[in-house]
Structures are given as structure tokens and as C-alpha cells.
Nanobody, 121 residues
């Protein structure tokens, strides 16, 4: 079973920055590399939403709400995906998850535990 492990969340003040990391320790490189990887988030009382994605060729896509503030990147050799978040706002408070995207644009694997990002409102 594919395991996705997110880390790097925390409590941060508005305007601050955080770097989230996601690793796939049980996924072999030949499986990880062709995947479109993505970050999602789920705020309290809301549905999980797609925040950013990155193709194997490092073409990126962002939700309008984070465009210009968040940057997704990947390290295929380490099977890692990152989300650099800057100029954070209270509405960015959420649990952040990573996953791969299927060809239909749906999350591919079982969700990990996520990492909590909290900003005071």
C-alpha cells in the first residue's frame, strides 16, 4: 500500500512562510516519477480542495487562492514533494495533504494524516 507522509506544518503568523514536505517511502522511484503530484487542503467545516499540482516534467498549476504565494516542487530522486508557502493568510489555515492525481484528476492513493497549518484569525 502506498504511504504518503506529510510534515512541516505549524503555527505561523499572517504574512509568514512555511515549507511543507511530502514523502512516499514505500513507493519505488519508477512509480513515483510518472505521477502528477499534488497538494490538497481541508479547512475546518469545508471540503478538501486541490491547492497545487506538478507534472513529472515540473509543469505546475495552482488554485487561484494561492497563486503567486505558494510554490510546488518535487525531487524525484528522493520521492519528495514540497509546498513552499509565503505571505500566509488566516484563510490558509487547514490540514494539508499530498497525493498523486489519476488521469481523471482524482486523488489516486489513500490519504495520509496530513500536516496542520494554523494561523490566528
Amino acid at each position: 500500500q502506498v504511504q504518503l507522509v506529510e510534515s512541516g506544518g505549524g503555527l505561523v503568523q499572517p504574512g509568514g512562510s512555511l515549507r511543507l514536505s511530502c514523502k512516499a517511502p514505500r513507493m519505488i522511484t519508477s512509480v513515483f516519477n510518472p505521477n502528477i503530484m499534488a497538494w490538497y487542503r481541508q479547512a475546518p467545516g469545508k471540503e478538501r480542495e486541490l491547492v497545487a499540482s506538478i507534472t513529472p516534467d515540473r509543469v505546475t498549476n495552482y488554485a487561484d487562492s494561492v497563486k503567486g504565494r505558494f510554490t510546488i516542487s518535487r525531487d524525484n530522486s528522493r520521492k519528495m514533494v514540497y509546498l513552499q508557502m509565503s505571505d500566509l493568510k488566516p484563510e490558509d489555515t487547514a490540514v494539508y495533504y499530498c497525493n498523486a492525481l489519476s488521469s481523471a484528476g482524482q486523488p489516486k492513493y489513500v490519504w495520509g494524516s496530513g500536516t496542520q497549518v494554523t494561523l490566528p484569525s
